[in-house]
């Protein structure tokens, strides 16, 4: 079982940027495909944004070209570089692990608590 902790959080302007890392113990990343979610109040969590283990990566329509998900297997923390941010990106973002990937919140197996991006107008 791999127990994660997202950080990064925090409140910026439209037009800012985050760094969101997903810090990962128990086991090392080696193996694993990550994704990052995010809920908005009265929504479903949502895919954002996904890693596999080779590396390759995968977005949600609206945020390919502004969002960037990346792992650091040494560090055995994954990340999510947002850019050109905006307010209906406002939401808890939560990383998750899955053995196998895909966009629905049923193939994950861990999940951190989340971290609150808030984007104001």
């Known amino acids: 079982q791999l127990q994660l902790v997202e950080s990064g959080g925090g409140s910026v302007e439209t037009g800012g940027s985050l760094r969101l890392s997903c810090a990962a113990s128990?086991?090392?990343?080696?193996?694993?495909?990550f994704g990052w979610f995010r809920q908005a109040p009265g929504q479903e969590r949502a895919w954002v944004a996904g890693i596999d283990t080779s590396g390759t990566t995968y977005y949600t329509d609206s945020v390919k070209g502004r969002f960037t998900i990346s792992r650091d297997n040494a560090k055995n923390t994954v990340y999510l570089q947002m850019n050109n941010l905006k307010p209906e990106d406002t939401a808890v973002y939560y990383c998750?692990?899955?053995?196998?990937?895909?966009?629905?919140?049923?193939?994950?197996?861990?999940w951190g608590r989340g971290t609150q991006v808030t984007v104001s107008s």
């Open positions: 128990g086991r090392t990343l080696d193996g694993y495909h």
């Open positions: 998750g692990v899955s053995p196998f990937g895909g966009t629905t919140t049923d193939v994950y197996v861990d």
